[in-house]
Each structure stands twice: as structure tokens, then as C-alpha cells.
């Protein structure tokens, strides 16, 4: 590596450490335990997560979204555990860190959402998943201290129509993965449709007849893709883990009150403990 190159990617280290802070005052309002996520999540799953870091801020604002990032379950298909015993059951690409394998633990003090590929086979699911495990490794080149320096600001003065693009860091270039881009790269090896548009083409130059036209699906190119595109896709769905357990309104225990006048609903666990009268 030249003198040129080095500094740069020192420049770069240091700009996404700052954009790797944590923002003060974030407040996750439904955050899912490990073990409730484990027990909802299957291989080839899409984690996304409400970030609480400086680039995370950015990220939703150019996205105008709740989401910053994604991950991908993948079960055991990585085969090792971190120091504390937990399984390294997500894959996801990190600034600085490049694709790495995370326990389920990191996210519990975070808003997540679920969403899961609509009727994907097992063969296919298997596929997905080992691309993400192939991914390990890839790192982001920290050296385009361009691309880092974007999000200096939390909410850059970026018209629209602009932002997505802006989003697209070192597109198409295989060592500059992001989150969303590496899975989207992944379903597309399938090939499974995300979020595409929508074209209408005719058989025939100036053709007149309807019957001559049909609509196909393009996919765009992976580098466009944002964490909220799997949420607003209508080709994956959302899975709640509350609701997959077997959620029943009757059962719900209230503290301090009636219901409508500010209780608080318990769920879960702590409705086992809960003193207060089952309302109906």
C-alpha cells in the first residue's frame, strides 16, 4: 500500500469512528428479547434495526425511515460462539468492521422488526444463507474517505430525488459492502425480487394492442438497496414475535388502572408475575 493510499485509510478509520458514536437520549419502545427473537427467527430471516449511531441518524433521515440497518439470521450456519457462549447467528457489514457475524444479544435494547421472504424454498433459502456466510470478511475500503465524509452531517441538505443514491456507498464494487446492499446482492443470487419497478413493453415497436404488452419485473441493482426496502417490499412479510407466540387481548394484564385511561399493558413474562386482575 502507497504512503498516499495508508493516510487515507487512516483518515478513514478515524471519520467511522465518529460516525460509529452512539447518539445520546435514544429510547428503543419495543425492544424483543433474545430468546423471544430466536424462538420467531428462521435462516435466511432480515433483521432490521432502529441504529442509535451518528451514521445511523443520517441514514434514516436520507431514507426517511425508522430503519438504519440490517442483518441477516442465518442460524448456526457460521458454527462458533463468542466468548460468553452465545451462537453468532447474524451476519451483517458494519463501518469499520467490514461483514461480520454477531449474537442475537446485540440487538436487545433496539427496535427491531422482522422480515421474512414470502414462500421461499428450502433450497433456496439454504443458498441465501451460504452466500451471507461466504461474505464473511468483506470489508468496506475506509480509504474513499469521500463517501464516509457524507455523513458528517445527520441531516445532509440532499434534495430527494438524490438520496438514494447517496445512500449507494462504492457501488458496485464487491469490498464496499454495506448492509442492505450485501443481502439484497444475496436474494438476488436466487434469484428472489425485493422491491422492483414496474415496466410495460411491447412486442412490437409502436404496437397498438394491449395483448402485445406485458409486465416484468427488473431488479434493481443491488447497491440501491436500503434498509426499508424489505420492510415496504410486498414480497417479504412482517413477523411480530409477540403475535407469533399466540397473543390473546382477554389475557392481557393491566397495571395502575383501566385500560384507554394510561395503563400500562404486561405481556409476557411479567404478566406471569403480575398481581393486578386479568380485565376482559
Known amino acids: 500500500m502507497s504512503f498516499v493510499d495508508s493516510t487515507l485509510d487512516r483518515i478513514g478509520q478515524w471519520l467511522a469512528r ?12 419495543t425492544p424483543s428479547d433474545p430468546e423471544t427473537l430466536r ?14 449511531q451518528k451514521i445511523a441518524v443520517a441514514i434514516k433521515y436520507l431514507t426517511q425511515s425508522t430503519w438504519s440497518h440490517a442483518a441477516m439470521y442465518v442460524g448456526n450456519a457460521v458454527g462458533e460462539i463468542n466468548d460468553n457462549g452465545e451462537q453468532l447467528s447474524l451476519i451483517e457489514s458494519n463501518l469499520g468492521e467490514g461483514t461480520v457475524a454477531v449474537p442475537l444479544s446485540k440487538y436487545e435494547t433496539y427496535n427491531t422488526r422482522i422480515c421474512r421472504a414470502v414462500n421461499l424454498s428450502k433450497s433456496d433459502q439454504e443458498k441465501v444463507v451460504r452466500f451471507m456466510v461466504a461474505s464473511l470478511g468483506v470489508k468496506y475500503d475506509t480509504r474513499n474517505i469521500i463517501d464516509l465524509a457524507r455523513y458528517l452531517l445527520p441531516t445532509p441538505p440532499v434534495p430527494v430525488r438524490w438520496r438514494r443514491r447517496m445512500i449507494a456507498l462504492g457501488s458496485g464494487s464487491p469490498t464496499r459492502a454495506i448492509c442492505s446492499s450485501l443481502i439484497a446482492q444475496a436474494y438476488h443470487s436466487v434469484p428472489y425480487p425485493i422491491l422492483p419497478s414496474i415496466e410495460e413493453v411491447s412486442d412490437q415497436p409502436h404496437a397498438a394492442s394491449p395483448y402485445s404488452k406485458q409486465e416484468i419485473l ?13 420492510d415496504l417490499s410486498p414480497f417479504f412479510y412482517v413477523v411480530k414475535p409477540t403475535i407469533e407466540r399466540g397473543f390473546d387481548y382477554r389475557k392481557v394484564r393491566w397495571h395502575e388502572g383501566e385500560p384507554g385511561e394510561g395503563a400500562i399493558p404486561i405481556v409476557g413474562a411479567e404478566a406471569k408475575t403480575s398481581r393486578s386482575p386479568a380485565k376482559s
Request: proline share 8%; with cysteine.
Open 18 to 29: 465518529i460516525l460509529q458514536v452512539e447518539s445520546s437520549g435514544y429510547q428503543p419502545f
Open 39 to 52: 424462538r420467531c427467527l428462521q435462516p435466511g430471516d432480515i433483521l432490521l434495526i432502529e441504529g442509535n
Open 218 to 230: 427488473r431488479i434493481r441493482h443491488h447497491s440501491l438497496f436500503v434498509p426499508r426496502d424489505f
